[in-house]
């Protein structure tokens, strides 16, 4: 019997321009976030943890890892929507571009990945991870997109609206079997 899912969106990375979103690191800032985040997760009594292997995600799991003294497992499968042929965007051409992404979720119509490709090869990669641990809370540290995609899928919500509300780094906790969002939070 599960307990809960907690997914967390990545804390604040440093931008670097000249690289592809999946090679960002975490800011200075984000490494602050990341400390707080894995305090307030406490509260949830989370029992294991598996990360997205691009480094943003990683070194947030690594943080929380550390404060929980967890062994964190690293999961290819639960990387951002593959954007690595876009290059950087306006902050008014990525949210056009992401608002289509959901908008059209059976077109490839930004990047290599259609929505539905991305929700189906994330939520395999979820659903193996709940499976190794049945009787335990896990956190899943991963990317805005996919936990939008995954959450709004599961829950019956908006994925663009959930998308919009997730900061950098937030988490949100869902009971599995009643398909209900327990809490979402926001750390700055």
């Given amino acids: 019997m599960k307990k809960h899912l907690i997914l967390v969106k990545h804390s604040l990375p440093e931008i670097v321009e000249?690289?592809?979103a999946n090679k960002w690191k975490l800011s200075k800032e984000g490494q602050v976030r990341a400390?707080?985040?894995a305090e307030r997760l406490s509260?949830?009594?989370?029992e294991a943890i598996a990360s997205s292997n691009e480094p943003k995600a990683k070194e947030t799991a690594e943080i929380i890892a550390l404060t929980h003294q967890w062994e964190l497992?690293?999961?290819?499968?639960l990387h951002e929507h593959d954007r690595s042929n876009v290059p950087y965007l306006s902050k008014d051409e990525f949210q056009t571009s992401i608002r289509e992404f959901f908008q059209k979720p059976d077109v490839l119509v930004f990047g290599r990945e259609t929505a539905d490709q991305s929700h189906a090869r994330f939520a395999r990669a979820v659903h193996s991870i709940l499976n190794n641990y049945m009787d335990k809370t896990v956190v899943i540290v991963a990317h805005g997109t996919v936990i939008s995609l995954f959450i709004s899928r599961l829950i019956g919500?908006?994925?663009w609206l959930l998308w919009n509300e997730l900061g950098l780094p937030s988490f949100v906790v869902i009971d599995l079997y009643s398909k209900t969002l327990i809490a979402k939070e926001n750390i700055v």
């Fill in 35 to 37: 400390h707080r985040l």
């Fill in 43 to 46: 509260c949830y009594q989370p």
């Fill in 157 to 159: 919500s908006s994925d």
């Fill in 73 to 77: 497992h690293i999961i290819h499968d």
């Fill in 18 to 20: 000249s690289l592809p």
